[in-house]
């Protein structure tokens, strides 16, 4: 180990030499992965503008989205079509949304809206995604962090903080190659989600499925419905699920989805015709024909693994020529999804990032992965490889390694 600190030194002052300007740190996608979906900004024109079913998708109307939309979706998330409504392009909409809806409303099952009651709590799996804990903290929302293990958010701590706290009003998951360390939510966590009491009558888990067909590898496993869960436990309207193509056509101009039971959907429905008198039907256009089905929308996520999977295999592969058998890191070989999570040894992970900055290249910030930005062992590190170039990330992850060992000392 001594004989390896002077040289990473050396190294990193060579790498401060170059005037670096790498990016790793938010999950967009990459511009080929962007042009695979081009076909679509000509499949609408002047002349081409009519649904199926000859709705004519310029003019307002139908709020819950295109039948043939909800039939593709619904597909996708695995729910009946009057269990879907289509929305804009942000899921991150449907979801604020949602909250603030259960707050100023309430939701069936509950007695009174959210803000009524006091101060309210979600639970947090950790690490996880900034921009859910960010709505909790705009809206005064307090988060609880639960640890994440292999199989999902630590169901013992789950089961025993929703049993005894009515406060505990909705936990944020990703079931499904989670961001970022890449879980997949078993079986067995999904039935216990269904089946644990809760304090809280109005208690809801807000499912973002927003991977949901994100593979990197070719035979993905199978996952338990948590909408059928909820139902065979008398609880259906305990799931509220999310989704979007954000990272499947345009992240900037996609759709997103929203599936729950029928009582949520109907109550929904009821609030957003106050908002919107309907979303883009253009769009919603435009991914029906582009897709077809869902088998065609799975041909095109394969052309998507085709790209990211060699992203993916190049952070690994230089972070294991650099770190492996070291023991000053672990990170995440996902099977989907957009992220890899790296753990430093405790303490290190803000260094780790500074020391990367000022050699020119940008991670994302320490601690985003927490709410509120702390990280209490300020050690976990998200590293997005979906948008720079091969040699980019190869470069940066070198850096990053570099860093890793130099902050270790
Ligand atoms: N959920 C998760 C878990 C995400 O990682 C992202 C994007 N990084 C989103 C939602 C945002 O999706 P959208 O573009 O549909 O708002």
Redo the contacts with the bound molecule.
Sequence with gaps: MKNELPSSRDRYQAFQARNLKLDMTR?KPGPELLDLSNPMLTIVDSEHYHAAGGNDCRNYGILDGLPEAKNLFADYMDVAPEEILIAGN????LMYDEVVRSMLYGVPGGQSPWIQQGTIKFLCPVPG?D?HFNICSVLGIEMINVPMNDEGPDMHIVEKLVGEDASIKGIWC?PRYS?PNGVIYSDRVIDRFAQMKTAAPDFRIFW?N?YRHHHLVENPRDQKNLLDACKSAGVAQRALMFG?T?KITF?GG?L?FLAANKTNMDHTRKYLANQTIGYDKLNQLRHVRFFGDLAGLRKHMNQHRAILKPKFDAVDSVLTSELDGKDLAHWTRPEGG?FVSLDTRPGLAKKVVALAADVGVKLTAAGATYPGGIDPEDRNIRISPSLPGLEEIELATEVLAVCIILASE
């Design positions: 999950g942000a899921s991150l909409n995604y921009r990703v961001n973002d927003a979007s954000s992240a996609g997103s957009y």
